[in-house]
């Protein structure tokens, strides 16, 4: 069984995702990081973000190992923990320039696939129910108010000690920016898939989208 949960960042999807995998035992897999992983790997090797051929060579070789533990997703690009590293903004930029490149999605895309024919996975990003997996057996699209988002975002970013001095405006400025360029790119834009439940989060805590999911997939069940 196959769950799709796409949406923008600041969505709540990563961490609705992760808990609603946690609560039918079923994997957790964050394919942003993927992507976010490739940006990494393909500045540490100079490589410049915008050379399909150069990033994609690096995405066919990099070992991308996500690991789910009590401290939460640890994520390892040949060997090394590069967690605390993913999130800063060179990185959310680097991994929205090279998630453009159709190159480096088919080679995310294969990998994604996978990943996923192992079973039981709840897999989160911006293509899944569309791309990677059309077929899936349920898909959810999380969706909200952009400035909820950037706040959502600024909270995280403030508790990983990450901000670098950005205040709430310009971070609602870069989630609304990126979402513009994750929408209006050519392949894979984000969208919801036809078939995929919406959910506004904007004024919905984290409990609350996770069981609306859970209803969805396990009917009658009664989570809280
Ligand atoms: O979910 P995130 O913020 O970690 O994603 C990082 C970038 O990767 C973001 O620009 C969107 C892109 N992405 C994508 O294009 N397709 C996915 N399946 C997941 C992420």
Redo the contacts with the bound molecule.
């Keep these: 069984m196959i769950i799709a949960i796409?949406g923008p960042?600041g969505s709540g999807?990563?961490t609705v995702a992760k808990i609603v995998a946690d609560k039918l035992n079923f994997r957790y897999i964050?394919?942003?990081?993927?992507?976010?992983s490739v940006a990494w790997k393909s500045l540490q090797k100079n490589a410049a973000l915008k050379d399909e051929d150069a990033v994609a060579d690096i995405a066919s070789k990099v070992k991308i190992e996500l690991i789910y533990g009590k401290k939460g997703q640890l994520v390892f690009v040949d060997g090394e923990n590069i967690t605390d590293q993913?999130?800063v903004e060179e990185i959310?930029r680097g991994?929205?320039i090279?998630?453009?490149q159709p190159m480096i999605?088919e080679i995310?895309t294969i990998k994604?696939r996978k990943l996923g024919l192992e079973g039981k996975v709840v897999m989160?990003?911006?293509?899944?129910g569309t791309v990677?997996f059309p077929k899936a057996d349920k898909k959810f699209f999380l969706d909200a108010d952009p400035k909820e988002r950037g706040r959502r975002r600024f909270i995280e970013l403030k508790e990983k000690k990450q901000i670098n001095n950005a205040d709430l405006p310009t971070i609602i400025e870069q989630v609304v920016q990126?979402d513009h360029?994750?929408r209006s790119?050519k392949i894979?834009p984000?969208k919801q898939a036809k078939d995929a439940m919406l959910i506004d989060t904007t004024h919905l805590s984290i409990d609350q989208v996770v069981e609306e999911i859970i209803k969805v997939i396990v009917p009658g069940s009664q989570t809280f």
């Design positions: 796409d960042a999807k990563s964050d394919t942003g990081s993927m992507y976010r993913l999130k959310s991994a929205a090279v998630a453009a999605r995310m994604q989160d990003g911006r293509d899944i990677v990126r360029e994750d790119r894979a984000l």
